[in-house]
């Protein structure tokens, strides 16, 4: 005596389809209660208890079409916006005349509705026995719509577990059609009790062949995972390979020891008189040099003033961006997520070696087998050593081994190897800017001397003459006399002139 969401039998009310003895969604007869009007708290509470036991029947003069929504349980009214509607008040308000003649089905002659309905009997069987819930239905349809293929096709298909005539993309749209335990049910109720195939819609045809495929979750499982597992070891090995480079590489740069140190140094330096020296920093401090400025020329910052010390004291010492080449790769990796990965595709081979029993004479599954199992095994073994290397990067910067990951402590040095790259840079940049300036400078001050030089040829002809012989007649006077004399004037310039070879 209870209302059916699904289907039909002929004392029950559908709430999606109704024949010439049920009902619509708006009214009921034979004293069943419409699954639209299931309950409010304003009506037929009962007097010992606060949840509303009913609604009252509302006789309409004409069919209407059914809306399908979904009743809030009565148990769950409570505190929710729908505890303080009164719906009867709004209908009271309302010209419901007009509402019906605006929703009501095509009018049909009084004396041929049942005839109508009989005379189509495959519509009839179709909408009464239908198994899905609509929403389920819709998936299901546009589903087989993609896929385009016979349903005995796609039975084979994954019965074979073969991909070339089921692509990946449509087993990975099949298995989120996988029948649930209530469909289950009722796919084989209906095979226990021999009912026809055919008087199912065809979506739910569809449904039920797929019920009848043994382990179909697991064989779908087994697809998608050969369909995706080159993509995913494309994926995964280069993780773990980065993480086995870069940290190898970390830990035997000594380049990189040689940078930090240099850190190290000048940190104490301008820490040690306020706070103390320290032995050695957290990783994360070096984020912090960039943001280290001079008061003197806000443009330069420590991490400029490092990167000077390493080019001119410890010229070996740049060398260390250029060692931990796979870095940026090693610095997006999580070990945690990077286990889960590989754990899943332990799963699949699990999976795949089961159903390999299970089938002994599917060749591609064997072949594949056969071929995935010592990547899994390498993989696993690689991903070991990865944890084993990265545990030692960890300690070796005195960080904490449980709550570090790749993608953190990476990032950090990654960043500071960007830093320290851009900073360099900048000094090179800043110090060929210096060497134009003086350039600039000295070129100016050529060209100045070189214009005064430029006047001596316009000294007067015969200068040189008169300047040896003003020579020689100072030369052959009396020391008194000579104090007498006036000095000689040589203009400014004349003796760094080149002279003839005729006045030597």
């Known amino acids: ?82 505890s303080s509607l009164d719906d009867e008040k709004v209908l009271q308000a309302l010209n419901m005349s007009e509402f019906e003649d605006t929703f009501k089905m095509k009018a049909q002659t009084a004396d041929k509705p049942e005839k109508s309905i009989k005379s189509d009997p495959t519509v009839k069987k179709a909408t009464s026995n239908t198994l899905l819930e609509p929403n389920r239905a819709r998936n299901v349809a546009i589903t087989r719509k993609k896929i385009a293929s016979s349903h005995d096709s796609i039975r084979q298909a994954i019965t074979q577990l073969d991909l070339g005539a089921l692509q990946l993309e449509f087993a990975e749209l099949l298995i989120r059609l996988v029948p649930n335990e209530e469909e289950m049910k009722k796919f084989q109720q209906f095979v226990v009790e021999r009912q026809n195939p055919k008087s199912l819609p065809v979506d739910d045809r569809f449904m ?147 159903e390999l029993l299970a089938t002994k004479h599917n060749k591609p599954l064997k072949e594949f087998c056969l071929q995935t199992e010592p990547k899994i095994t390498k993989l696993e073994a690689d991903f070991k050593v990865a944890k084993e290397v990265f545990t030692e990067v960890v ?56 214009k005064t030089v430029d006047v001596l040829p316009q000294i007067y002809d015969g200068a040189i003459d008169v300047l040896i012989t003003e020579m020689k007649n100072v030369a052959f006077r009396s020391a008194p006399n000579r104090k007498k004399t006036q000095s000689i004037v040589i203009p400014e310039g004349l003796l760094s002139c080149s002279f003839p070879k005729s006045v030597s």
């Open 1 to 82: 005596h209870h209302t059916s969401h699904l289907h039909t039998t002929h004392h029950h009310t559908s709430h999606l389809h109704t024949t010439h003895h049920h009902t619509s969604h708006l009214h009921t007869t034979h004293h069943h209660t419409s699954p639209l009007h299931t309950f409010t708290p304003h009506l037929h509470t009962h007097p010992h208890t606060s949840v509303p036991q009913g609604k009252r029947t509302i006789q309409t003069k004409h069919k209407l079409p059914t809306l399908n929504w979904v009743a809030i349980a009565p148990t769950q009214l409570s505190g929710t916006v729908f």
């Open 208 to 354: 039920l062949e797929l019920s009848l495929i043994d382990r179909l979750k697991s064989r779908l499982q087994i697809m998608i995972f050969m369909g995706n597992f080159e993509d995913d070891m494309a994926v995964l090995t280069p993780q773990v390979d980065s993480v086995i480079a870069t940290s190898k590489a970390v830990v035997s740069c000594n380049s990189l020891k040689q940078v930090l140190e240099v850190i190290l140094a000048l940190g104490n330096y301008m820490n040690s008189s306020k706070r103390g020296g320290v032995y050695g920093f957290k990783l994360q401090s070096l984020d912090t040099l960039a943001d280290t400025r001079s008061p003197q020329d806000p443009s330069l910052t420590l991490m400029h003033y490092v990167a000077k010390v390493v080019r001119e004291t410890y010229p070996q010492a740049l060398s260390f961006a250029g060692e931990l080449i796979y870095i940026e790769k090693a610095s997006a990796v999580s070990l945690d997520l990077l286990a889960a990965d590989i754990r899943t595709l332990v799963q699949g081979m699990k999976e795949a070696t089961s």
């Open 395 to 450: 300690q070796y910067f005195g960080e904490n081994v449980k709550q570090t990951q790749p993608n953190t402590l990476f990032s950090v040095l990654h960043r500071f190897t960007a830093a320290f790259k851009k900073a360099d840079t900048e000094n090179l940049a800043r110090q060929r800017l210096q060497l134009t300036k003086h350039a600039e400078a000295a070129e100016a001050q050529h060209v100045k001397e070189k």
